[in-house]
Structures are given as structure tokens and as C-alpha cells.
């Protein structure tokens, strides 16, 4: 899938918020996840980031991710990712968001089926 195709599914909710160089971060690993995800659940109609960020006294921000992947019957939703570290916020919530897609659509091998 080309750049120009994700665009269409991924959607950025407060991004510009960021720092150039903290866009270019979230939008190179929400590609990344897209990409990863889309070899689980192949149908996927739209990935939705949301990133909050707050700014306590101090000169460090805190960040929160909500993720959304949606396919034409099912939802996925991860709300669990914040961090003080951008990229890890968003490795958490990709994480989750794939761990969800496994135990709904059982797609990990490691058990034998039973049938």
C-alpha cells in the first residue's frame, strides 16, 4: 500500500499540537503499525490516532493516545497508552491495538487446533 493509500485510512486528531519533528515521528510509526496490522485484518476502513498532550510546571509533556482501527464489522480500541516518551506512547498503543485483533480473530499459531 502506498503513502498516498494510508493517508486516506489513517487520521491524525491533534497533531498539530506537535513539533515537526514529533509529527514526523507519530506519522512514520502509525505507517509502520498500519502496515503490521493490515497482514492480521486486511479490511481495515479506517486507523484514527488521537494524541493529547500535557504540559505540567515542568518543561516535559506528557502524552496520551487513544487508537481507533476499525474494519467493517469490528472496533478496536486502545485508550491504555501515555507516556512521557512520544515514540513509546505509541508503541504501547499499536501493541494493544494488534494484541486485541490476535485474541479476537485468534490468529496466534502457538496453540494447535483442536478440530
Known sequence: MT?????????????????????????????????????????ITELVVHIKTYENEGERKKYSLHVRCAAPSLMFESEKAHDWDLARALHKAFNDIEQQIKHKLHTDSSRPDTK
Open 3 to 43: 503513502k498516498e493509500e494510508n493517508e486516506g485510512i489513517i487520521q491524525f486528531i491533534g497533531i498539530n499540537e506537535l513539533s515537526p519533528e514529533e509529527q514526523e515521528t507519530v506519522q512514520e510509526l502509525a505507517t509502520k503499525a498500519h502496515e503490521r496490522i493490515t497482514t492480521i485484518l486486511q479490511n
